[in-house]
């Protein structure tokens, strides 16, 4: 944690964050850290408490087109590239925010027994006409109810975008 928010200041320093970056960046941090030691010692004897979702890794055929398409539709921030396999795709706030890995599926990858069927994207300040014009003139057919959407990605994985209010686990 130290050397974290060490390489946190400098990157603020240097200009690489501005100031609201780096406040939200820091009280994340001291949020997963306070619910990381508390969890630690509350987990049971037999397993571990889970208190995020640090990445999803994607394979598909061409991570060229997944990282296009979560930049351009998304507004994903390609945060590494390797510029032949693989491209990490930051979202969320600050640094410390979330990730999606576009990879290109490894030769002779056995095909899962199971899958994950969509992964739900929170957007901020939702506009159904808003949201709606922005995928259409991205070529996208939304469907869904208002405040919830679903559109495929350019291979055809299913991708649901909502407002925080439409898709609140505690309400």
Request: with cysteine.
């Amino acid at each position: 944690m130290e050397r974290f928010i060490a390489n946190l200041v400098k990157d603020f320093e240097s200009g690489k964050l501005n100031r609201r970056q780096f406040c939200e960046t820091v009280a994340l941090a001291a949020t997963v850290y306070a619910a990381g030691e508390g969890a630690a010692n509350a987990a049971p004897a037999q397993g571990f408490k889970v208190i995020a979702i640090n990445h999803i890794s994607y394979a598909c055929p061409d991570y060229r087109k997944a990282r296009d398409f979560y930049t351009t539709v998304l507004g994903m921030k390609n945060a590494k590239d390797d510029g032949k396999s693989r491209a990490n795709l930051s979202f969320g706030p600050g640094k410390g925010g979330n990730y999606f890995i576009a990879r290109n599926a490894a030769a002779g990858q056995p095909q899962a027994k199971s899958v994950v069927d969509h992964v739900c994207y929170t957007i901020p300040n939702w506009n159904d006409a808003r949201v709606n014009a922005t995928l259409k003139a991205h070529g996208l057919n939304p469907t869904g109810r208002s405040g919830s959407l679903n559109i495929l990605d350019p291979f055809n994985y299913s991708v649901q975008l909502a407002s925080s209010e439409a898709e609140n686990p505690f309400i």
